[in-house]
């Protein structure tokens, strides 16, 4: 059988790593405070990929890659990277650094030619089509450029676009779930289209109980968490043991 | 004695540094290249792989890499290693892009999967079946990291050794036969137990 992942997400700004909630960011600590607190030789027996994201304004990519080698260098798991990839260029930079696959956004709005070329040369399999919507009076609308712009388009319609992409997952972020840690958003799981690609449910994740109902649901491949104040210490340890006793089918490393 | 290194192949995307690493984490020494000569001396091989199964076989094609590549493992007996794309490109053909010539070290083709309602590629951790398969020795978990849409379907023919995944249908999660070894998963991105298989393929 194959199993539920858990992705735990690290977001870069400007050599630090933020938390974000409801995308307004606060600086947690560098690198060094990720690796210290977050030991990450250990804590890969606990999550099943990692997410790094750059959302700095102005990139510094080898800054950036700098910071990623020092977090991943002993952890032998998945990795994705993301933010700002509008070209070959940057998403090559990513994937041939140790990323096994990266995150997409903007581009699969502004430049979805890039998404063919992209998976010609390394695959389907190494894109994640990321998605940010919120809730409107009546609507769900999608946003990009780091949830900025408003996509104009009906919400089903996008992420029909999105699934006939040449991408390997879709993941979609609740906005107003985004770092609250008040649980993620079931009820979306009805609204979407079919989708036949796996999908990462992302956003307001804050104990295990938020993850049992979502991860029982066969639309559901995985969840994706970035709230680094909610899984300090024991938290990502305590999650996965949580989840194993309510008989979600995660690896057991430990 | 000099200590073997494994020469991992470059096809030309850049898409090893992982491998390296796992391979650096185990005292191991790798280097990598594209030369024929460099390839044709080598003590041990790994061919890692991405991307669609066309764009494998004309990255061999073009470096001349393919003559080269059967003269290593065939002749001189070279150990090879083939993960994900690097496995179906030592098969006999795929049906992604119909291309009919793998570098054929076994009779398998490649399909796609097929089932309705099931997602597409294949992607995290699943559970493999077989364990006397000499690079699962001593690997305490079964489970590893897979990300693909096309896989080997039909058994290979008695004698090759091999291990088992299902995903709507059954699938060749791996194979060795005399030298030639090839995985579908990521052994270097499968944690501790993936370590732990390139670790044997080095010492076998």
């Not at chain 1, 949830?147 to 390997?168: S, T």
């Not at chain 1, 799981?189 to 804050?206: D, F, R, V, Y």
């Not at chain 1, 491949?221 to 999650?239: E, W, Y």
């Amino acid at each position: 059988m194959l199993k539920k992942r858990i992705i735990f997400c690290l977001l870069y700004k400007d050599g630090y790593f933020v938390q974000s909630r409801n995308f307004i960011t606060n600086i947690i600590g560098d690198a060094n405070w990720i690796v210290k607190n977050y030991n990450f030789i250990n804590i890969s027996n606990y999550i099943d990929e990692l997410i790094i994201l750059d959302i700095s304004l102005k990139k510094k990519t080898n800054t950036f890659l700098k910071n990623v080698e020092m977090i991943v260098k002993r952890s032998f798991i998945p990795l994705t990277l993301g933010g700002g990839i509008k070209n070959l260029t940057l998403a090559r930079a990513f994937l041939e650094n140790m990323s096994d696959k990266i995150l997409v956004n903007t581009a699969l709005f502004e430049n979805h030619e890039i998404i063919s070329e992209i998976s010609n040369r390394y695959g389907s399999q190494s894109i994640i089509a990321a998605l940010d919507y919120k809730y409107e009076i009546n609507k769900k609308i999608i946003l990009k450029n780091n949830a900025r712009i408003e996509v104009n388009n009906d919400f089903k319609k996008i992420l029909k676009f999105v699934n006939n992409l040449d991408v390997g997952e879709i993941l979609i972020n609740s906005i107003d779930k985004d770092g609250t840690g008040q649980g993620l958003d079931i009820k979306i799981l009805e609204k979407l289209p079919k989708l036949n690609k796996p999908l990462i449910l992302s956003g307001g994740a804050g104990n295990y109980k938020h993850f049992i109902d979502i991860l029982t649901s066969k639309k559901v491949s995985a969840i994706s968490t970035s709230n680094l104040l909610n899984f300090v210490g024991n938290g990502l340890k305590d999650l996965r043991h949580g989840l194993q006793k309510n008989k979600i089918d995660l690896p057991s490393w430990d | 004695m000099k200590k073997p290194k494994i020469t991992i192949l470059d096809l030309g995307y850049g898409n090893f540094k992982s491998l390296i690493n796992a391979f650096d984490y185990l005292n191991i020494k790798t280097y990598v290249t594209n030369n024929k000569k460099k390839i044709s001396s080598s003590d041990m091989l790994c061919l890692p792989g991405v991307g669609a199964y066309k764009t494998g076989i004309d990255s061999l094609k073009d470096q001349g890499l393919f003559d080269v590549l059967r003269e290593v493992v065939n002749i001189k007996k070279r150990k090879v290693l083939g993960i994900c794309l690097g496995m179906q490109l030592l098969c006999s053909s795929s049906e992604e892009g119909n291309i009919r010539e793998g570098l054929n070290f076994l009779n398998l083709k490649i399909t796609k999967f097929k089932s309705k309602n099931l997602k597409i590629p294949h992607i995290g951790f699943n559970s493999v079946k077989n364990h006397n398969f000499s690079l699962l020795k001593n690997v305490k978990k079964n489970y590893f990291y897979f990300a693909h849409s096309y896989a080997a379907k039909k058994k290979p023919l008695k004698g090759i050794n091999f291990i088992e995944c299902e995903y709507g249908e059954k699938f060749i999660a791996g194979f060795e036969k005399n030298n030639v070894y090839g995985l579908q998963f990521h052994p270097e991105k499968s944690q501790s137990n993936g370590l732990k298989i390139l670790e044997n393929f080095y010492k076998i």
